[in-house]
């Protein structure tokens, strides 16, 4: 089974080489080839060396967009979305629908932890769900990646794929859901918490739901995820890495809790800038942290 970093590589190997795509990125090239997920290849096959100058790089890659290339653009670290945003959130992201005219670019924005700073970290897909115009994917797995590219390759939208470097190494799949066919807490999970799925479930004693999401706009859940949260749920938890201050996640609640009248609460990161050290961190709730929180509630 491949990695989701192994996943990425190759996919990306075969859309420059097969498909006449592009590659965007600062120190795409550089030690470690952004975790191991670009394909060694050269500025003649297709990977493109950015300056170090966030804000004006996007325009570039919407021009390669506006052309037919679809680009790849790698953002090393996810916080740097606030210097990218004004091209792919205010022209990539409405350009067909103001002037029918498409410009597709598949946004790789990679979310970091621990230690790292108030600007470079954290998740901050919540600013982009928020915009018109470009669907949002947060991947955990290699085929969920795979869903997320190929629905980019399937239609016209730029797409915003929220990626953590925490997933890079995880080979297996998730199950969307996990549930009991009794009434219980179910803890509705966006991001890397997912990977420590197995701790919660032994801290629960098994006594709880898990569903699994990462199609966060549009929101969709399966069938039988709705079911299990409409018929065995007595209280929802939407856990997320990003911000809990107006998120995708406090939406996510909403919108359960209107549609099927459910308590729903919502733990995420703190709101508060994150430092250089540990004692300082912000960062994705543990296990214990999400099981003494549905204690509390």
Request: aromatic content about 10%.
């Amino acid at each position: 089974m491949s990695t989701v970093a192994e996943t990425i590589k190759e996919i990306t190997r075969k859309h420059l080489l097969e498909n006449n795509g592009l590659l965007y990125g600062q120190c795409v090239t550089a030690v470690g080839w952004i975790g191991g997920t670009v394909p060694e290849l050269t500025e003649e096959q297709g990977i493109v060396e950015l300056p170090t100058s966030d804000s004006s790089n996007p325009g570039v890659v919407c021009g390669a967009g506006l052309s037919g290339r679809r680009p790849i653009y790698a953002i090393r670290y996810q916080g740097f979305m606030t210097y990218n945003s004004c091209s792919i959130l205010n022209y990539a992201a409405k350009s067909k629908e103001m002037w029918d005219v498409p410009c597709p670019v598949f946004v790789r924005s990679i979310g970091m932890e621990g230690s790292i700073g108030p600007v470079a970290g954290g998740v901050h897909h919540s600013m982009v769900v928020r915009h018109p115009g470009i669907p949002v994917f947060a991947p955990i797995t290699p085929r969920e990646w795979e869903y997320a590219w190929n629905y980019f390759m399937s239609h016209d939208d730029p797409v915003y794929c929220s990626e953590h470097r925490l997933s890079f190494k995880n080979d297996k799949e998730i199950a969307d859901v996990t549930f009991l066919n009794n009434k219980a807490t179910t803890v509705i999970q966006i991001g890397p918490s997912r990977l420590k799925q197995d701790e919660l479930l032994e801290l629960f004693k098994g006594q709880v739901n898990i569903i699994n999401c990462f199609r966060l706009k549009p929101f969709t859940l399966d069938e039988f995820q709705w079911d299990v949260i409409k018929n065995n749920t007595d209280k929802a938890i939407i856990v997320d890495s990003d911000y809990e201050y107006c998120s995708v996640s406090k939406d996510i609640a909403y919108e359960i809790m209107l549609k099927y009248k459910i308590p729903c609460h919502v733990i995420g990161l703190e709101d508060r800038t994150s430092g250089f050290g540990y004692g300082c961190d912000n960062l994705t709730p543990t296990p214990e942290k999400i099981y003494n929180f549905a204690k509390e509630v």
